[in-house]
């Protein structure tokens, strides 16, 4: 489905929005978050997986969710995923998100344990299907964000 685009020049006339009203949030990174985003403006997808009892927290948090141990290591992911489900926005978002209309918010399951809530990127709207395998791409979003997003790893469903 190609969708149409929307012409935001109109959307922020009609509405009387200012380019204020139209700047994305990002994330804040936070102390324990830090390393994730740092490694992310590398291209590399990294989780927080705790030192005493293994289990991998995303989004990283202070101390391990399972055990409350706060030792830890930061371990490189496979940068691959599998699609849990989906929904594809075509309206009644946020005006920043306007222009990206319509687009894709996802449950991707990792193979290394955590569910992540990320864009769909490259992809045909057709062919989304739960299930589907999925490949992680790093979307330069500000010199200091950086934010991973997944696409078909199959080529034929890509759009
Ligand atoms: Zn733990």
Same mark, same amino acid.
């Given at each position: 489905?190609?969708?149409?685009?929307?012409?935001?020049?109109?959307?922020?006339?009609? %509405? +009387?929005?200012?380019? /204020?009203?139209?700047?994305? =949030?990002?994330?804040? =990174?936070?102390?324990?978050?830090? =390393?994730?985003?740092?490694?992310?403006? @590398?291209? *590399?997808?990294?989780?927080?997986?705790?030192?005493?009892?293994? &289990?991998? !927290?995303?989004?990283?948090?202070? &101390?391990?969710? +399972?055990?409350?141990?706060? @030792?830890? /290591?930061?371990?490189?992911?496979?940068?691959?995923?599998?699609?849990?489900? &989906?929904?594809?926005?075509?309206?009644?978002?946020?005006?920043?998100?306007?222009? !990206?209309? =319509?687009?894709?918010?996802?449950? #991707?399951?990792?193979?290394?344990?955590? *569910?992540?809530?990320? +864009?769909?990127? /490259?992809?045909?709207?057709?062919?989304? @299907? +739960?299930?589907?395998?999925?490949?992680?791409?790093? !979307?330069?979003?500000? !010199?200091? #964000?950086? %934010?991973?997003?997944? *696409?078909?790893?199959?080529?034929?469903? *890509?759009?």
């Amino acid at each position: 489905m190609a969708g149409e685009k929307i012409d935001i020049e109109t959307i922020k006339a009609m %509405l +009387n929005l200012s380019d /204020e009203d139209l700047v994305k =949030p990002l994330p804040i =990174p936070t102390r324990w978050s830090q =390393p994730f985003w740092d490694a992310s403006k @590398e291209h *590399r997808l990294v989780l927080k997986k705790c030192s005493a009892c293994g &289990y991998i !927290d995303h989004p990283p948090y202070l &101390y391990c969710t +399972n055990c409350h141990a706060d @030792e830890h /290591e930061w371990v490189e992911a496979s940068g691959k995923a599998t699609l849990a489900s &989906y929904a594809i926005n075509t309206f009644g978002v946020p005006f920043p998100f306007w222009v !990206d209309l =319509p687009y894709v918010v996802a449950m #991707i399951d990792l193979p290394e344990g955590p *569910r992540m809530i990320s +864009n769909i990127v /490259e992809c045909d709207h057709d062919k989304l @299907e +739960n299930g589907m395998e999925l490949e992680v791409v790093f !979307d330069d979003v500000t !010199d200091e #964000i950086t %934010l991973p997003k997944w *696409r078909p790893v199959d080529k034929t469903k *890509r759009g």
